[in-house]
């Protein structure tokens, strides 16, 4: 057996940061820059008024109550063509520029109106209420370095400086089969010996969760010239992907040839790694193309895609955070194991009790209960030994996909 950061080191080596592209930014959520954005314009783009009310010289007001003479209304989207003398004011509303000679805004809360006079009720000092150009961006400043995954505020800003197109790393398409004699697919009566394919279901949905386009390979039987015509149409084909994802055959079993195919189509490494579940992996790059060939058990293949594949896929998107952060948290129960020199990880229910996170066991622990591990949202990693003990410390991994359910529902 080998450690599990050998095999992720050896996975991510081979894994390299994929291309960029000149896209809309409207259609780059959730990617990553592959070039810094600079702006060249300020934001705000003139000095305006963050309130509705008046414009004013401030020294006017130096002997509040002080009435002054309205001059004109300034709605936001227009520019004044006059200016504010002494002993004048003029009506603004929010976000509109300042006209010429006034240094300060005075809420419409601490005036009153007569007729052509606004009655300013309190001293102002310079530049009260007003929102100056380039306080959030200047122009030629960096807004955002390479690197930076681009949420939906991100898109909001690119869109105040004007920027259409950004150069991201390119969107990545991920091929995902299952493997396997056993496997059944669809609304048919289950045979003797059969089973319903769910790996493809949850490992495509996984890469929806992320972003990325899945492409459903399909179900392969266990023979290996299937195996080997769906991984080279998978990697050499026509629209061919960018990284492929198998599920099955990869074990100690008698039909187990995803390892042998793999080994006989690429470049390929065989693992037994010291953790439970999903022991088992073979990774290999096929031409360019890296092949993930996680175990069959449901459960397995999760955490397998968890621990191997997400990391990867991060890199190949440009991501500069690869690893999910690993959190402490409190056992509400113990979480017991033998020592087998494996690191165990536990399916767990995570939630957040007292200020503190907390866990408990989702359930039925063997890699086949894919239903209790719908019920978890992150890994307890249990290190070798006789478990965790309740009330002890415990690491967690919150699953990719499951962070939303933190109340422990
Ligand atoms: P294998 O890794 O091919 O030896 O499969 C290990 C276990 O996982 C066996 O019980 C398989 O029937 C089961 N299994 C393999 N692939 C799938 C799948 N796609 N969906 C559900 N169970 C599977
Ligand atoms: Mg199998």
């Not at 081979?14 to 990553?32: F, I, K, M, N």
């Not at 509705?52 to 401030?58: C, E, K, L, Y």
């Not at 995803?258 to 470049?267: C, F, I, M, T």
């Not at 959190?327 to 957040?352: C, E, M, N, Q, W």
């Amino acid at each position: 057996m080998i450690p599990l950061k050998d095999a992720q080191e050896y996975v991510l080596q081979h894994c390299r940061v994929g291309h960029s592209e000149l896209r809309s930014s409207r259609s780059s959520l959730g990617l990553v820059l592959a070039e810094e954005v600079l702006t060249s314009e300020d934001v705000p783009p003139f000095d305006n008024t963050a309130m509705d009310g008046f414009a004013v010289r401030s020294e006017d007001t130096l002997e509040a109550p002080q009435q002054l003479e309205i001059v004109g209304t300034i709605p936001a989207g227009s520019a004044p063509d006059f200016s504010i003398n002494p002993g004048q004011a003029a009506r603004i509303m929010t976000g509109a520029p300042l006209p010429e000679g006034a240094d300060a805004v005075v809420m419409v809360e601490l005036t009153q109106v007569e007729g052509d006079q606004v009655t300013v009720q309190k001293t102002v000092p310079e530049g009260n209420h007003i929102r100056r150009a380039g306080e959030d961006l200047e122009s030629g400043q960096v807004v955002f370095e390479k690197g930076t995954k681009l949420t939906p505020t991100h898109l909001g800003v690119l869109a105040s400086i004007g920027c259409l197109e950004v150069s991201v790393f390119s969107p990545i398409k991920v091929g995902v089969m299952s493997t396997g004699d056993e496997l059944v697919e669809g609304k048919v009566p289950l045979e003797p010996g059969q089973i319903r394919d769910s790996n493809r279901h949850s490992l495509l949905a996984l890469l929806n969760d992320l972003g990325l386009e899945g492409i459903d390979l399909g179900l392969i039987p266990d023979n290996e010239e299937s195996i080997e015509t769906a991984i080279r149409s998978a990697c050499f084909g026509e629209g061919s992907c960018d990284a492929v994802i198998s599920s099955g055959g990869v074990s100690m079993g008698d039909f187990d040839y995803v390892k042998v195919v793999l080994d006989r189509l690429g470049e390929m490494q065989w693992m037994q790694v010291a953790i439970k579940p999903a022991k088992p992996l073979a990774f290999g790059l096929v031409g360019d193309t890296p092949v993930f060939g996680l175990p069959g058990n449901p459960v397995s293949s999760i955490v397998s895609f968890e621990l191997f594949v997400l990391p990867a896929l991060k890199k190949m998107m440009g991501e500069p955070e690869i690893w999910a952060p690993k959190i402490r948290a409190i056992a509400d129960s113990s979480l017991s194991r033998r020592p087998d020199g494996k690191t165990h990880f536990a399916r767990v229910k995570a939630y957040i009790g007292d200020g503190s996170y907390r866990v408990k066991s989702a359930g039925g622990q063997g890699s086949h209960q894919l239903s209790a591990m719908a019920d978890a949202n992150a890994l307890a990693v249990i290190p070798d030994g006789d478990g965790i003990n309740e009330g002890e410390l415990v690491e967690i991994i919150f699953l990719h996909q499951l962070t939303r359910r933190l109340n422990g529902s």
